[in-house]
């Protein structure tokens, strides 16, 4: 099983240019999630999606849209890079009807806005 | 909300020294709690869960328990190995299908 996979896994950017970060699961889950990791900060949450065809913000929603293209994928869209978007993000799944359940991680994008 | 304080880190431990990270938790209703660990250069792996009061998760030697009346979940782990060094991080995930909280991360380095 392939499990959570993330594409790309490194990027660079220049400021102002617009990226998608591609995740999709093969474990049949319902929730999916998209997290960054700074150092000193943890992982916070950008945006998720409950079920297929729900979005809902996070703790750090600005800047950011995403697109839950089906219950395998779910998208994550920079329109106009800023470097402050220079951070390791990670995409994240759950099983529906199990809320006691672990999320399960892909191996992070890389992303270096300059 | 629900929030998770977890040690400041970094630690630095020689091997076969005891390990014990700190973590805290502030969460209505009865959450479950995550410790994840993350090696260099990979994502995050779950080490172990706890679901309810007085659980304990166990895994690789580690292991925390839920003290729901301290609102406690530190880790801990007898005798660690230069291959224990790694990121860890506590997380809750609350009542219903909501998101895993997670606190700011501990990285420990186990020296020879």
């Known amino acids: 099983n392939a499990g959570v996979t993330q594409t790309p896994k490194f990027q660079v950017l220049k400021t102002g240019q617009s990226m998608t970060l591609q995740c999709a699961q093969d474990m049949n889950h319902n929730s999916m999630y998209w997290y960054r990791q700074d150092p000193g900060m943890g992982l916070r949450l950008i945006y998720y999606s409950a079920s297929e065809g729900t979005t809902d913000k996070g703790e750090v929603p600005n800047g950011y849209n995403v697109s839950r293209l089906n219950k395998r994928e779910f998208s994550l869209r920079l329109e106009s890079a800023a470097p402050s978007q220079t951070s390791v993000y990670f995409c994240?799944?759950?099983?529906?009807?199990?809320?006691?359940?672990?999320?399960?991680f892909g191996q992070g994008t890389r992303l270096t806005v300059v | 909300g629900n929030s998770v304080t977890q040690m400041e880190g970094p630690v630095t431990l020689s091997e076969e020294a005891f390990l014990t990270i700190n973590c805290t938790y502030t969460a209505t209703g009865y959450p479950s709690l995550f410790w994840y660990v993350q090696y260099p250069g990979e994502g995050l792996q779950l080490l172990l869960k706890?679901?309810?009061?007085?659980d304990k998760g166990s895994n690789k030697g580690f292991e925390a328990t839920y003290r729901k009346e301290t609102t406690s979940f530190h880790l801990e782990k007898g005798s660690v190995q230069v291959s224990d060094s790694a990121v860890y991080f506590c997380?809750?995930?609350?009542?219903?299908?909501?998101?895993?909280?997670f606190g700011k991360g501990t990285r420990l380095s186990v020296i020879a």
């Open positions: 706890a679901t309810k009061a007085d």
């Open positions: 994240a799944s759950t099983p529906a009807g199990h809320p006691n359940t672990e999320a399960f």
């Open positions: 997380a809750l995930r609350g009542s219903g299908n909501t998101p895993l909280v």
